[in-house]
């Protein structure tokens, strides 16, 4: 079993920054971890991931600006939001898969309960 607390959230101007973190409890060593959000209204979309070898990919609406990052035991998960606009506004999650590799994201295995990210104009 993981569970996982997002915390970091907040409200920014467009153009600041936020780092979001998720603790993990449980093994996590092994695990492909991914950032999500889900913005009023919308579906709820990966924003990156992280496979247990450590290579990580982004969603091209954040590429360059958002960077997934763990601590060296991997019981916590980082998201550095850079150059934040209002399309960021969302609802943030983490989540966990029981493998190495990343699935899609409606196969995840355990779910945050989400941090709020809103950026304004």
């Known amino acids: 079993q993981v569970q996982l607390v997002e915390s970091g959230g907040g409200s920014v101007q467009a153009g600041g920054s936020l780092r979001l973190s998720c603790a993990a409890s449980?093994?996590?060593?092994?695990?492909?971890m991914g950032w999500f959000r889900q913005a009023p209204g919308k579906e709820r979309e990966r924003v990156g991931s992280?496979?247990?070898?450590?290579?990580?990919t982004y969603a091209d609406s954040v590429k360059g600006r958002f960077t997934i990052s763990q601590d060296n035991t991997k019981s916590t998960l980082y998201l550095r939001m850079n150059s934040l606009t209002t399309e960021d506004t969302a609802m943030y999650y983490c989540?966990?898969?029981?493998?190495?590799?990343?699935?899609?994201?409606?196969?995840?295995?355990?779910w945050g309960q989400g941090t709020q990210v809103t950026v304004s104009s």
């Open positions: 449980g093994s996590t060593y092994r695990r492909c």
């Open positions: 992280i496979k247990s070898d450590g290579t990580t």
């Open positions: 989540a966990a898969y029981r493998l190495g590799v990343c699935p899609p994201f409606w196969e995840y295995d355990y």
